[in-house]
């Protein structure tokens, strides 16, 4: 067995399962993915990986998981907070928990505001080059702001909240990324429709 050193220098051996993940999405009828949604709260992030995965479920008969930030800063990363230290974990850990569903044969869709380029680049470096979809949703931070969904902008406008990505904190934009949606101009169901063509094209998935 492979030995192999983590990066406390401690050797681990990991196991070579005899199942691959190409016997895996064998079985389920596609192949694996990670679509990654990022972009300002508020941008449409949530919206457009549920709609996507609605219709990948319902109509591509497809195996799939959304990966949410608050679900997963409900629980696996519930000891982070919002520093730039903790954002990084936070993204850190969850590219893994996509390494290990594409292993499993899943087409992941996360909703991270995931701002910072080297976060979202060593995400893309963890996984197989064809997998990882980085979708920008890009919207003007006027328009995140009028539709303020979770009452965010209000509360850092009162000075309730102190770091906010695209107020007190920086977003960088993709500068490559594999679509961009402009949410204030393309309506949901349009931006929907482009994620589901970009994957027919790369043939994730495939009609029935
Ligand atoms: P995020 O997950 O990026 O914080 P949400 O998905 O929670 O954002 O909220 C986005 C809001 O914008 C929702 O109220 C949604 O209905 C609205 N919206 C308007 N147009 C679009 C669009 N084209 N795509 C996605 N959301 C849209």
Known sequence: MAKIHNTMDNPIYPYPTS???????KIKGHKAAVLWFTGLSGSGKSTLANRVEQILCLEFNSHTYLLDGDIIREGL????????????????RVGEVCRLFTDAGLIILTAFISPFREDRDRVRNVLPEEKFFEIYVDCPLSVCEQRDPKGLYKRIRNGQIVEFTGITSPYEEPLNPELILKTAVVDLETCARRIVDMLLNSRIISTL
């Open 19 to 25: 199942i691959t993940e190409n016997e895996r999405s």
């Open 77 to 92: 990363n519930r000891d982070l907070g919002f520093s730039e230290k903790d954002r990084t974990e936070n993204i850190r």
